[in-house]
Structure formats: structure tokens, C-alpha cells
């Protein structure tokens, strides 16, 4: 999957993924990660996601990470906020009240981008890879995450037979497999649950399973 597919899905709004509420397993599980009040907070892939808000109003720092521009201004635009923008690295670092964006290729990160990230909240980056670019994206991540970083991340778990991700089936042996050498993983809970794209019911998908995992990366 090339950036020109979610470039060409932001600039014809098909952004289906994109949810208009704040993620109900978010509200549920964030405080099992334990992370101080004013924590800095990463969200890969971010989008406009309003999941950011919710961070923010539960008073952390958040800092995202997109590649499509009009999704960065666009979360600020919503939130009537006029952000600022500088260079920073290979990105162009956009900078609201409590939640600044990197706009560029997540691939392109370093860990002195991240230095003072405590938790990581993965809510569509990780279903939203084919499996070839899933390995890259958490080898790269845990590359330039902080040791002990705790990650909340949700997961589909479906016959993908039956139709085509994104968001992509992602099973708990992949997940041990790409984050268990590395990290502690722990599987707080798994739902079935209804609410899927348009696409997946046209196909006979009506139902899925949503895994809730906290991840937090060892020394």
C-alpha cells in the first residue's frame, strides 16, 4: 500500500475511517495504562482523528503523525484552533494548544522526535497496513518509542476471505509475533462488535471481533 492510496482518499473525503464519535474502548481502557495526567501521548497515522481531543481534554500532551496535509489542517480547523507551523527534520511541525502534528511519513520519525512520549494510543494505524508493512511499522516504532512507553491498541479480527481490509484482520499470534520479543503484551479484552465499514456488510461481514491490548515496550 503506497502513500498515494491514503492521499487519494483524503482529497476525495473517502474517509470512511474516520469516526464521529470519540472511541468508546479509548474511554473504557486508557486508565489501565496507568500514565500521569499530563503524559506526552503519540497517535500514529492520526488523521483528524477526535480521539486527540479526548487525550487532550483528560489533560495529556498529544502529538500525532500524518501524511495527508488536509487531514492536519483540518483537525485544527474543526477545533477552531490556528495552529503554527515550522520545520522540523523532514516534516512541517504543526502546532495547536495541546496538540502538535507532524506532517510527513511516519517512516521518516526519529527518536529524538519522540523522546518525551510516555503512552501511544494505535487505534487505525496497525489495521489500516497490508501484513507486508505491518513488520516495518512496528519494527520502526519500536525503534524510536521511548523504553517503557505503554501502548493502548485495538485490533479487527474477521475472515478477511471474506473481504478486503483496510481495516485489515490482525490476529493475537501476529501480535505476539511483531511485538513479543520486544515488549510485554497483554490482552485486556475482546468484543464483538457490529460496527464495521459499509463495504464489509455488502460483502456478508456482519460481525468482527475487536481485541484490546496494552503493550508496554521493555528495555
Wanted: with cysteine.
Amino acid at each position: 500500500m503506497k502513500p498515494k492510496f491514503w492521499l487519494e482518499r483524503w482529497q476525495k473525503s473517502q474517509i470512511g475511517f474516520h469516526q464521529a464519535e470519540h472511541n468508546k474502548l479509548l474511554l473504557e481502557f486508557w486508565p489501565r495504562l496507568g500514565l500521569p495526567g499530563d503524559a506526552k501521548v503519540f497517535v500514529p497515522l492520526c488523521g483528524k482523528s477526535l480521539d486527540m481531543r479526548w487525550l487532550e481534554h483528560a489533560g495529556h500532551r498529544v502529538l500525532g503523525v500524518e501524511l495527508a496535509e488536509i487531514a492536519v489542517q483540518t483537525y485544527f480547523a474543526e477545533g477552531g484552533e490556528c495552529a503554527r507551523a515550522r520545520p522540523v527534520e523532514r516534516f512541517m511541525l504543526h502546532e495547536g494548544g495541546r496538540t502538535s502534528i507532524y506532517h510527513g511519513d511516519f517512516f521518516d520519525l526519529t527518536a529524538s522526535l519522540l523522546e518525551d512520549v510516555q503512552g501511544l494510543f494505535d487505534r487505525g494505524a496497525l489495521v489500516a497496513l497490508p501484513p507486508d508493512m505491518r513488520f516495518r511499522y512496528v519494527d520502526h516504532l519500536l525503534r524510536i518509542i521511548p523504553e517503557h512507553t505503554r501502548i493502548l491498541l485495538l485490533t479487527f479480527e474477521y475472515d478477511q476471505n471474506l473481504v478486503a481490509g483496510p481495516p485489515h484482520s490482525v490476529m493475537p499470534e501476529e501480535i505476539e509475533a511483531l511485538f513479543g520479543q520486544r515488549c510485554e503484551v497483554e490482552l485486556l479484552d475482546s468484543i464483538v462488535t457490529s460496527l464495521l465499514p459499509p463495504h464489509f456488510h455488502e460483502q456478508g461481514v456482519t460481525q468482527a471481533v475487536e481485541s484490546v491490548y496494552v503493550i508496554t515496550k521493555a528495555d
